[in-house]
């Protein structure tokens, strides 16, 4: 749930690079905040101590957090191909939001990763 405002913020500095009013697919973008929310409220114990639970609960947990990856891959997509084609400049605030999609991409990637454990 932390993460929903940093979701703006950088939706709104890319419409801010490419000077566009909208991020490429802006309905997909807001389901995928809705399920986003949604779902994070359903696994708040993934962020627990998980090892106690029995192995139902563990599997609740696990398919959640996975099922989490998939609206999030597509926010994802969506800020890349609002920045793929257009004429870019290295300054500060592109090289933030490059940054931030990567960090987020690679913690996703090690969160799906240890969803398993």
């Known amino acids: 749930i932390l993460i929903l405002p940093a979701f703006g913020i ?3 500095s890319i419409m801010k690079l490419i000077g566009k009013n909208k991020v490429f697919g802006p309905l997909g973008m807001i389901f995928a905040i809705f399920s986003i929310a949604l779902v994070g409220c ?3 114990a993934h962020h627990m101590y998980v090892i106690g ?4 609960s563990r599997t609740y947990y696990m398919s959640a957090t996975m099922i989490i990856a998939i609206p999030t891959g597509i926010k994802v997509y969506s800020w ?3 920045i ?3 004429f870019f400049k290295m300054n500060s605030l592109f090289i933030w939001v490059l940054g931030f999609i990567f ?4 913690g996703g ?3 799906l990763i240890l969803s398993n454990c």
């Open 10 to 12: 950088i939706s709104i």
């Open 42 to 44: 359903l696994v708040w």
């Open 53 to 56: 639970l029995d192995i139902d």
């Open 80 to 82: 890349l191909l609002s």
């Open 84 to 86: 793929f084609g257009f």
């Open 103 to 106: 960090m987020f991409t690679m």
């Open 109 to 111: 990637l090690t969160g």
